[in-house]
Structures are given as C-alpha cells and as structure tokens.
C-alpha cells in the first residue's frame, strides 16, 4: 500500500463496498484482536480518568471505520464525531451508533471540519498501515484540529519493538521478499508526532505475548500482560502501544521535514 512503488494507498484500500462487512466479521473472529481490544478499552478509560476528569470532552475519532472506539466513548462524552473516508466501514457503524456525527470524507484533502476545534482525538489502527506521505498528510490535519490544552491518542498495532512483530518480519522476508512489511518503531511514533508540534507524554503498552501461529489461551495473555505492563522498561516490548500526545512547548525548527521511509520491506 505504498504510493512511493506504485501501488494503492492505504485509504483508497478501504472504499470497496464488502469491506466494512469484512472488517466487522474479521475483529469479531480473531481471538488475539478481541484480546488487544480489550486491553485497549482499559487504556482508554485509564486516560479519561487521568486526563479529562470533571472535563467537558469533545471527541473526534479519525479513520473511525466500524465504529469500535467511537462506540466505545460516545457515551462517556459530551460530543463524538468520527470521519472516515470509507462509506461500507461507516455504513456498520451508523447501525452502532447513537449520537455520533458521522463524516464521509478525507480531512488530508477536504477541509470539512473548518474553525473546528475538539479536546480529544483519537486514530487507532492507521498510521502503520498508511504510506509514510499519507501519516504525514494526517498527522498534519489532526494537530490542526486539536485544541491547546488537547489530548491526541493513538496507537502503533505493529511496533516493531515487538519479538514477535520481528518474528512475523523474518517470515514475510523469505515468503515475499520483495513486498511491504509496515511497521513503526516507537522512535518513529515520537518523530511522526513532533514533527507536527506535538510530544509523546506517556506511553500505555498493549500486547506482549503473541508468538506467530500458536493460539494463547487469553488467560496467559492476561497474565504476561499483567507482569510485563507493570515495568515501565518493558512498554517498548509491546505489540500494540497507545501513545498520549500533546502541544509541545518548543515548536519544531521551521522547515523540518516528517521522515518518509519506515516500512521494512
């Protein structure tokens, strides 16, 4: 999925109409996914609680697709909209949602949400998949809806910190050596976000035990977790790490550049 050797883009991919319906069907079958999402559901309250308590929170969640985040945090907000550029993703989550505003369109390119502003924005499941001029594109328009005291959320699914990302890295080398492996380091999660205007302030890591073709019992899952989560040297071991940003007090010097080369292929 990358526009540098000629192939679609990441948000191009998603804009058949089967592919919500496949989506849906493909998180709601992998034991792994509903394991991480778990987890996740537990970061994000853990944030709330952290960041916004006795705040008013007005909510955008970007690349919101079926609605999984946005389902999640709509009740627990005063405003909720979710954009996405796939209209069969979007279609599964107005049959889930309540009072979200949901938005058809891609905010890289059209600028639907002029003289908005919203104190938490959320982007999960996008930036490894993305082409590096695409994370850009979105990073960009993101810090510019974001408001000064906000908070951006996001998380890396294939951190390449991970042994077991590394794992299934060494395995799509010797099936498919000349193809794309989209990763990010948690290094290059802190230059996509600085480059921007915005800093990492804390780390939550998900997913640590996921050893490639073998069915975890999610007991054991919940048990490496619980261990490893408590070592703060550990996170950057982590499969699927959410990141907290926010505005930086120093900008970036003017005229730096995101980095656009981050999938080992």
Same mark, same amino acid.
């Given at each position: ?189 802190? %230059?996509?976000?600085?480059? #921007? ?5 804390? =780390?939550? @890591?998900? $997913?640590?035990?996921? &050893? ?26 982590? %499969?699927?790490?959410?990141? #907290? ?5 120093? =900008?970036? @010097?003017? $005229?730096?550049?995101? &980095? ?6």
């Amino acid at each position: 999925m990358n526009n540098e050797q000629g192939t679609m883009s990441y948000k191009d991919s998603h804009k058949y109409a089967q592919k919500g319906a496949e989506y849906e069907a493909f998180y709601q079958m992998q034991p792994w996914e509903g394991f991480l999402w778990s987890r996740e559901q537990k970061i994000i309250l853990k944030i709330l609680e952290k960041y916004f308590k006795g705040r008013d929170i007005h909510l955008l969640d970007f690349a919101c697709g079926t609605g999984r985040i946005t389902g999640f945090l709509e009740d627990r907000v005063t405003t909720s909209t979710g954009v996405d550029v796939s209209g069969s993703m979007l279609a599964v989550a107005k049959r889930k949602l309540k009072r979200t505003e949901i938005i058809e369109a891609d905010i890289t390119t059209e600028d639907v949400l002029q003289g908005r502003k919203f104190n938490l924005i959320t982007a999960f499941r996008f930036f490894v998949n993305a082409e590096p001029a695409l994370r850009c594109a979105a990073m960009q328009a993101l810090a510019g809806l974001l408001s000064e005291d906000g908070y951006f959320v996001f998380n890396n699914h294939q951190s390449y910190g991970s042994p077991w990302i590394k794992l299934r890295w060494l395995r799509h080398r010797q099936i498919n050596p000349q193809g794309i492996f989209n990763v990010m380091t948690i290094g290059q999660m802190r %230059e996509l976000v600085e480059c #921007v205007g915005l800093e990492i302030v804390e =780390l939550y @890591p998900a $997913g640590f035990f996921h &050893p490639p073709k073998i069915a975890i019992p999610r007991a054991v899952s919940s048990a490496a977790e619980n261990i490893c989560s408590r070592v703060k040297f550990l996170a950057r071991f982590s %499969e699927s790490p959410v990141a #907290v940003c926010c505005r930086r007090l120093a =900008l970036p @010097p003017v $005229g730096r550049a995101c &980095p656009r080369h981050w999938s080992v292929g």
